[in-house]
């Protein structure tokens, strides 16, 4: 019970004074959508929310913390004009880290509407119920928060999950040691599993080259011709 | 000689084709005696392997979220319907998410500044500053990583068209969880029913979560064209703003003085942009002293929280919006991922002069999943407000079985007395508004007495889902006798567990295989064609191909001869 009226306390706090709120370190715990019976560390206010947090806690196979690396985080839609076809997307689209590093993410918003950095595949008993750490921001401006990767080398998806921000560009890869592979449609990085088609406009190069083509096929079936006529 | 043989071998090929046409059974034979038996196929979404029946459109009891209740100080209305609006997100709407407690908050997917109301200027007990925030949600869009619709949005049993919305502004995914593609209950059609009290203060920021640009048109609702800073207020990029475009915000001020039932869309390539689901209805009611009205009716339907106004007047109220989609035009964006390319296909190649319906939806569903959420539910002597909306590209003709409703408003405006017309019919073109006033007393006229009675659009396509009916925009007004626990209406006729089968609405389910005389008019069997013909046909084929060889040969023959 204390522990509940210390978060409803928190967090009225934190809506009347959201500067507070983003000062306050401390793990504030409740149950996510009602749903879970699992606790989700869950900070939230009228800028955005932080779950999963986790500053000390090692995964199971670290003994210490690795190194301490940080990363700024921008996104928007200027990150993605230098993607065709692209909306939203970060800045950067991989990380590369250490296995049990401690990852301190600044995640700047530079658009007027919502974005996340959502990682998954975190261990589930440090990031419950499912193994998510992330940051959201309710429009611009920024938060920072940390998290700790475990032990194995393995590729994670970052990505912001409103309605078709990730099939739009908002998606990267981190990097645990050599990672486990790439994941798809990385923007700039790696291919996309259903391609778009392009109508195909053919230009002089193209024309010659295709002229060029079949004028030597012609010579060469002639040539053979020629030399099969000498034989006989 | 050599051309008169080449002409025996084409009449003898011309000669073969003829008679292997007549001799071939193709694709279908005709039956002289004895047609084939009926085949009688077992719906497979209804058995699971260990002959079970999969569960049912709804639960077997009654949803924990309807029941009345009161959260954070707001009375919630109990919701006889087996999906009930979240409760929780009833009271956020009604209160602000700015002044409900965390709890409340956290039992929704609601951003906490989704609703704002303050500022209680005429000191009547209810606040008169009210700040929406919309995002715009694409449902069943296509994915670069593989053929997938997501977030998923199901309108009938494995109906999945493209469909756009505003969205009240919400927080973390748009899927239910991780492991589903399912999108959260905020995000559906069609966008949210807005209301507000007449005189508020109030501020609608669209913030464009969506790739293509849009705007918010205040159809029917009082406001400025523009707002004191200059700013365009009207919505629409030929007139009065530049469209937002995608992670842009932009705020629309009004003041609204008029009540009424009214609508807002996008006005950015509205032919389309609104036949993609970006339309809402919007409502005004009156100024009453302690009047805190439920600002979000998320996918309309039942009105769990009412307005003073309302409550004086009727019993219960219900806002239905009616929707048409052209599968050709929402299936553009499950087609290509580059916004450029659909924005090409949308706005250059399709033609929204050559346009039809093909589905049909009532508060963002199509029969059967319209009984979870739009049923009417009704006492006895109950009076109901219906709000009624066309955002359809064509006429409505709503039909109520067992009941004349009196048509007391039209697009907002209220109806003199004598202009108040009682009828079983209502028209509505496209984007007009009709309030209904629904007696359920039983005087033969208002109420043919209790039952299950349904309404439905009767422009006969309405009922229908890409051709198949039951279906479209089908629901039913039911009296609380003929209601399960769970919220289900007590239906006696055919099982209404067939039409969740998603081949029924593929067209590959004969209709009347539950009747009760399955074997009259189930699925016609097929013939096997005739083994003599078969064998002629086969032989046929073989002089055919023969003679072509022979053809060629003579033909080539021919050329060396010429060589030579």
Redesign the interface.
């Known amino acids: 019970m204390s522990r ?1 009226v210390k ?2 306390i928190l ?2 706090l934190g ?1 009347v004074f959201p500067s507070l709120a983003q000062e306050l370190d401390s793990a504030i715990v ?5 749903e879970s019976k699992v606790k989700v560390r ?1 900070q ?3 800028q ?2 932080i779950m999963n947090e986790n500053k000390e806690t090692l995964p199971d196979g670290c003994r210490e913390i690795s190194e301490d690396v940080s990363f700024t985080v921008h996104a ?2 200027k990150y993605a004009e230098k993607f ?2 692209k ?2 997307a970060y800045d950067q689209q991989e990380w590369a880290v250490k296995p049990c590093s401690r990852i301190t993410i600044k995640f700047v918003n530079d ?4 974005h996340q950095f ?1 990682i ?1 595949g975190l261990p589930e008993y440090l990031y419950p119920p ?1 193994g ?1 750490f ?1 940051i ?1 921001l ?2 611009p401006g920024s938060k920072t928060a940390t998290f700790i990767v475990s032990d194995e080398p393995k590729t994670f998806l970052v990505h912001c ?5 990730m ?2 560009g908002m998606k990267a890869q981190m990097k645990v040691g050599e990672g486990d592979g790439d994941l ?2 990385v923007p700039g990085l790696t291919k ?7 109508s195909v406009e053919w230009d002089i190069a193209s024309i010659v080259g295709l002229l060029i083509a079949t004028l030597v096929g012609i010579f060469m079936i002639v040539s053979i011709g020629v030399v099969c006529k000498k034989r006989e | 000689m050599r051309n008169k043989k080449i002409l025996i071998i084409v009449s003898g090929i011309v000669l073969l084709v003829s008679i292997g046409f007549y001799m071939l059974p193709w694709f279908s034979g005709k039956v002289w005696i004895d047609p084939p038996e009926t085949l009688v196929t077992i719906p497979e979404a209804l058995e699971t392997p260990d002959g079970a029946k999969k569960p049912k459109i709804c639960g077997e009891k009654a949803h924990i979220w309807s029941g009345k209740s009161e959260i954070d100080g707001v009375e919630i209305r109990e919701s006889l319907r087996c999906e009930p609006d979240n409760p929780w997100g009833v009271a956020s709407f009604v209160k602000g998410t ?1 002044n409900v ?3 409340t908050l ?2 929704t ?1 609601l ?3 989704a609703v704002i109301k303050k500022n209680d200027r005429d000191g009547d007990g209810d606040p008169d500053y009210i700040h929406i925030t919309l ?1 715009v ?3 069943n ?7 997938k619709y ?2 998923t949005y199901d309108i009938a049993p494995g109906v999945r068209p493209g469909i756009w919305a505003f969205t009240p ?1 919400t ?5 239910i ?3 589903s593609y399912e ?1 959260i209950r905020d ?1 559906r059609p069609p966008s949210p029913a807005i209301r507000v009290e007449q005189g508020d203060t109030v501020i609608i920021t669209l ?5 293509l640009p849009h705007t918010i048109h205040l159809h029917g609702v009082d406001h400025p064209y523009i707002t004191r800073d200059g700013e365009g207020n009207d919505g629409v990029p030929i007139t009065d703003e530049h469209p937002v ?5 932009k705020s629309y001020a009004l003041k609204p003085r008029q009540t009424g039932t009214m609508f807002y869309h996008c006005h950015v390539q509205t032919d389309k942009h609104l036949m993609m689901g970006l339309q809402g209805m919007f409502i005004v009611e009156e100024n009453r002293p302690n009047n805190w009205v439920q600002t979000l009716n998320v996918g309309a339907g039942f009105v769990r929280h009412p307005s003073v106004a309302i409550s004086e007047s009727y019993d219960h109220e219900y806002d239905l919006h009616y929707q048409g989609i052209d599968k050709e035009l929402n299936s553009i964006i499950q087609t ?6 659909i924005a090409q296909k949308m706005n250059r190649e399709y033609d929204m002069t050559e346009s039809t319906m093909d589905y049909f939806l009532l508060n963002g569903r199509s029969f059967p999943y319209t009984l979870k959420e739009s049923i009417i539910v009704v006492k006895p002597d109950d009076t109901v407000k219906l709000r009624i909306a066309n955002g359809q590209d064509e006429v409505v003709s709503l039909h109520t079985h067992g009941h004349k409703a009196t048509i007391t408003h039209y697009d907002g405006v209220e109806a003199p007395d004598g202009a108040r017309i009682t009828r079983d019919v209502y028209s509505l073109s496209s984007a007009q508004r009709l309030d209904l006033s629904l007696s359920a007393t039983d005087d033969g006229l208002h109420s043919y007495g209790p039952g299950v009675w349904l309404f439905h659009n009767h422009a006969e396509k309405g009922i229908s889902t890409d051709g198949r009916n039951p279906g479209g925009d089908i629901s039913m007004i039911v009296y609380q006798s003929f209601l399960q626990e769970n919220g289900f209406p007590k239906l006696q006729g055919v099982d209404i567990n067939r039409f969740l089968d998603p081949r029924f609405y593929q067209g590959t389910l004969p209709i009347w295989e539950q009747s009760k005389a399955p074997q009259l008019l189930g699925q016609a069997g097929s013939v096997t064609p005739e083994l003599l013909k078969v064998i002629i046909a086969g032989l046929i084929l073989g002089l055919l191909i023969g003679l072509i060889l022979w053809l060629f040969m003579l033909l080539s023959g021919s050329g060396k001869e010429a060589n030579s």
């Open positions: 509940f978060f409803s967090l009225s809506i409740v149950p996510y959508e009602g869950h939230m206010d009228m955005g929310m928007g839609r065709n076809g909306m939203f658009d007027h509407i919502r959502m998954h499912t998510m992330h959201e309710t429009g999950e409103l309605a078709q921000h099939e739009y798809p449609s996309v599993e259903r391609p778009d088609q392009y | 700015n407690s965390m709890m956290m039992k997917r951003a906490s500044d995002e949600s694409e449902l869009g296509s994915s670069p990583d593989g053929e997501l977030p502004k927080r973390g995914m748009a899927a969880n991780l492991f999108a995000l913030e464009n979560t969506h790739y475009l995608p992670g842009d915000s290509v991922n580059d916004p450029r390319l």
